[in-house]
């Protein structure tokens, strides 16, 4: 039986693997303008769990490294900040997909020793 | 007054001035929306405060947008900090005793008491005061140490030692760090005193 303490750990080590993934997560829901609000739904839909304590400021933080562009858009019931992927964002994007992967195979790699 | 507008205001009281009016409008924005699509537009006092309690205490909100990284006084500042407000308490403690003591060899009599004794006590907070508000103008015009070594770093010039050599963090190997004070911290000083090893010249 896990005690409460290795269950904290368990929640923080996944949560610290999780970390990693969230940008590339957003950056690769970005390719079209979104507001915050409409893309915490879509990337609850894609299996992406995200709340907004940590959406709004990693867009924040993403646009201020240039990897994505904002603008505020007035035209519905009430003003929404719209996001989308920078050229900058996209060439990013390509080369961290790229480390992923290839993080991916070794840790895939890796399990698969241990089974055997 | 509006609970949302309320919840907004007690965030913003916790930013940074210069996106405060961007971030509220935004979080406005999602609560809003969030509503909206819960309530329809009819979300009771009582809906309000569920979503509000959901989405977080204002300090915390507010704390992930600047990364809960507000220092009086940060962590590439701090060693540097303490040593200086070290320097200063012993000097200022140092001046003082040194007055008592002239004061009472010139046979003052008055120089040992309270007063004197009070100019001791009050000297030590005004001094370390002072070290505090140069530190913060420092720490808020982002003047920081430069850590990174100017030169490439080679493990040859690490200092000898000898074996009876013992670790004394503070005493009279104190006096050796302050040569670190230009260029970086004495931390090296630490470590290469490891008793019981020898490191040939």
Not at chain 1, 22 to 43: H, T
Not at chain 1, 53 to 82: C, K
Not at chain 2, 142 to 154: I, S, T
Request: neutral net charge; charged residues 20%.
């Amino acid at each position: 039986m896990k005690t409460q303490n290795q269950n904290e750990q368990l929640d923080n080590l996944s949560q610290e693997l999780r970390r990693g993934a969230l940008p590339l997560a957003v950056l690769c829901m970005l390719q079209e303008n979104k507001y915050g609000y409409a893309l915490i739904g879509d990337l609850t839909a894609a299996g992406v769990e995200m709340d907004q304590g940590t959406l709004y400021p990693m867009l924040r933080r993403l646009e201020s490294q240039g990897l994505l562009q904002s603008s505020w858009v007035v035209d519905g019931a009430r003003p929404r900040r719209y996001y989308v992927i920078s050229p900058q964002g996209r060439e990013v994007l390509a080369s961290l997909s790229g480390e992923w992967q290839k993080l991916s195979r070794v840790v895939q790699s890796l399990l698969e020793q241990i089974e055997k | 007054m509006n609970l949302v507008e309320r919840y907004l205001h007690a965030v913003g009281r916790r930013l940074p001035a210069k996106n405060r009016a961007d971030i509220l409008a935004e979080l406005r924005s999602h609560l809003n929306d969030t509503l909206e699509e819960r309530f329809g537009g009819q979300a009771s006092e009582e809906d309000v405060a569920e979503l509000l309690k959901e989405t977080g205490e204002p300090t915390k909100v507010a704390a992930s947008y600047t990364g809960g990284r507000q220092y009086l006084i940060g962590p590439e500042l701090y060693p540097v900090f303490r040593m200086v407000a070290l320097i200063v308490l012993a000097a200022t403690i140092g001046g003082q005793l040194v007055a008592i003591a002239v004061g009472l060899l010139a046979g003052e009599a008055h120089a040992a008491g309270w007063n004197a004794w009070a100019g001791l006590v009050n000297s030590i907070p005004a001094a370390l005061g002072s070290v505090v508000i140069v530190f913060l103008i420092l720490q808020h015009f982002g003047v920081n140490p430069d850590l990174k070594e100017k030169e490439a770093w080679d493990p040859k010039t690490l200092p000898a030692f000898e074996e009876d050599e013992k670790v004394k963090p503070s005493g009279h190997r104190f006096w050796q760090h302050f040569p670190g004070l230009a260029g970086g911290f004495p931390r090296q000083n630490w470590l290469h005193h490891v008793p019981g090893r020898r490191v040939l010249p």
